[in-house]
């Protein structure tokens, strides 16, 4: 059973009563405003993964401060309304913009995954832009006795990854310019525009017999070695190398 999602937009109003609270409480106990804003504007960061799209992890992490300007109910200087876009860029490098930043993997998505694709004892298992772990946590669930890895390009995530997993090696890496090659599975949830490049590189680093498994989105013109279909949930696709194109009708 997938664990369910807060609905929106219970989120962000959440995350922004906290804010103001923590804001607020901060301040009465002699805080100076500009730490009291740091600290709130931190939280809104923290709270931002909850956002299933970019539109609503930007609004959960800007609706405190965005609302403390239009209420003026503090006297800061112009400048210190860069420090919630800085922590937002710091969660999220803009580098990774392009990428999917933060899709987090259902726990048991992945439940399946060892019957179709076996693997043995001790076998690397990478997921490729790893984010706060979810994705390491379903396939430990598939793998228990698999070497699991995770790269991630924000360290803030990468160190709240490493902290929830110590089982898991998770490094700070740009997964497109990381060697995939000696894994037995690299693992994705990225968006439908990433998937052609991902084959491109699972083809030249990714030894015959490895497997490249993608949540939810294919890869275009490549036929898939097997599909999972859960019921209720996300397609998994698995592709075994080496990739076989869709032949032409």
């Not at 931190?42 to 931002?48: I, R």
């Not at 987090?104 to 832009?129: C, E, F, I, K, N």
């Not at 598939?142 to 070497?147: H, I, N, T, V």
Request: with cysteine; hydrophobic share 55%; net charge positive.
């Amino acid at each position: 059973m997938l664990a369910p999602r807060i609905p929106w937009p219970l989120p962000a109003l959440a995350t922004w009563a906290c804010a103001w609270l923590i804001f607020v409480a901060l301040q009465r106990v002699a805080v100076p405003p500009i730490g009291a804003l740091v600290l709130a504007c931190l939280l809104g960061t923290a709270a931002s993964v909850l956002g299933d799209t970019w539109w609503q992890r930007a609004l959960i992490a800007a609706g405190f401060p965005l609302s403390l300007a239009l209420l003026g109910a503090a006297s800061l200087p112009a400048w210190t309304w860069l420090v919630p876009l800085g922590l937002l860029l710091l969660v999220y490098p803009l580098n990774a913009w392009r990428d999917a930043p933060l899709f987090p993997t259902p726990h048991h998505a992945l439940h399946a995954l060892a019957g179709q694709a076996p693997l043995p004892p001790g076998a690397r298992v990478l997921d490729a832009g790893s984010g706060l772990g979810d994705g390491l946590m379903a396939l430990r669930h598939a793998y228990p006795a698999a070497q699991l890895e995770g790269l991630e390009w924000s360290w803030p995530l990468r160190l709240l990854c490493a902290l929830r997993f110590p089982w898991a090696r998770v490094r700070r890496a740009d997964m497109w310019t990381a060697d995939w090659s000696g894994y037995q599975m690299v693992y994705l949830f990225q968006r439908p525009e990433s998937m052609a490049r991902a084959a491109a590189k699972a083809r030249a680093e990714l030894a015959p017999g490895a497997w490249l498994v993608s949540l939810e989105f294919a890869v275009p013109g490549v036929l898939p070695s097997a599909q999972l279909r859960p019921a209720g949930g996300r397609v998994v696709w698995l592709y075994r190398m080496p990739l076989v194109a869709v032949p032409n009708p």
